[in-house]
């Protein structure tokens, strides 16, 4: 391992909000080069420089299996690479799960963040009308990924309906704020809603909870890679920290004030 994303579901982990029995190990997506290759695996050399998932959670360390990888995007360092593979497989998942192509109208409820400008870039990429919601302070952002931008909050039906009357196709929401019944009105139904991060809202309004055990996109790994080289895609690196220092990380991630991925250089 060369990096190691981090991502909310790292400290939700190890706060045992995720999984309670231990021992338990962090980090679901790195970067490195591969070192020994298992029987049966089809893809990759030694020496070949990847990206992916690790499924089991055990990124954050040396040395780790991972579960899902493509080749690094020329361009991109290891630090940008370990960044990308859980943003974009999770973006992309909650975009192919609404359907989403060229001409569709969507909104994606907390646009700003890791998740939500990933999904914004990758919307705007397959030809979709995107109109995301987020603080004022982040409206310039998000405008500068191709996205229309609303404030969060009370309010928010009329002031998407004030750019899309008809209301949009579909949905995502991103936050985990409560609107879900807000996203279900202006999609015309649940259907047309995803979330990742409203568990609770989506049992009580019928709507699709996504967390990747019902199917991971990971054909997203293989396919940033284009977008990336092509210049219509970036997420940026925030913050490095040392392996050694992953509770500084952690604990700056968990404050919130981050625009782009926090990432352990691991040596
Ligand atoms: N289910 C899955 O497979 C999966 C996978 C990955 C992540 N997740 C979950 O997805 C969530 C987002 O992760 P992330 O890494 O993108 O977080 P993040 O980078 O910390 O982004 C949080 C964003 O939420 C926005 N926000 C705060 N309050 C809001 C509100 N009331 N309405 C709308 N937006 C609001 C903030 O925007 P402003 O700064 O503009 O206020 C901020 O940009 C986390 O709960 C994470 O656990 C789920």
Redesign the pocket.
């Known amino acids: 391992m060369r990096a190691a994303g981090i ?3 790292d400290w ?1 982990k190890r706060e045992g909000l995720m999984d309670r029995e231990l021992p338990q190990t962090l980090g679901y997506e790195a970067a490195g080069i591969i070192d020994e290759v298992g029987s049966g695996v089809t893809h990759g050399i030694v020496g070949d420089r990847v990206f992916g998932l690790c499924i089991e959670g055990a990124a954050q360390a040396e040395l780790a299996v991972l579960s899902y990888y493509a080749p690094i995007p020329p361009s991109l360092d290891f630090a940008g690479a370990a960044a990308l593979p ?2 974009v497989e ?1 973006a992309t ?1 909650g975009l192919d799960q609404l359907g989403v192509v060229s001409g569709n109208t969507v909104l994606i ?8 400008s990933v999904a914004v870039q990758l919307a705007v990429a397959r030809g979709a009308r995107v109109i995301g ?3 004022p ?2 409206h310039d952002y998000l405008r500068s990924l191709g996205s229309e931008a609303v404030v ?2 009370e309010g928010l039906v009329d002031r998407v309906r004030m750019l899309a009357p008809g209301g949009v196709e579909g949905a995502l929401d ?4 409560g ?1 879900l019944p807000e996203l279900i009105d202006l999609a015309g139904g649940p259907e047309h809603v995803v979330t ?2 409203d568990f609770a809202g989506a049992q009580e309004h019928g709507v699709r ?4 055990d019902d199917g991971r996109a990971v054909h997203a790994l293989g396919e940033i890679g284009a977008l990336v080289e092509s210049g219509r895609f970036s997420l940026p690196v925030a913050q490095t920290f040392p392996l050694a220092e992953i509770a500084r990380a952690h604990r700056a ?1 968990e404050d ?1 004030q ?2 782009g991925k926090l990432v352990l250089l691991i040596d």
Do not use: E, L
């Not at 909870?209 to 990747?212: A, D, H, I, M, N």
């Open positions: 991502n909310a579901s939700k859980s943003v999770t998942r409820n907390g646009a700003s963040g890791s998740v939500g919601t987020a603080s302070a982040s969060y909050g991103v936050a985990g704020s609107v990742i991060a909870f996504s967390r990747g991630g919130g981050v625009r």
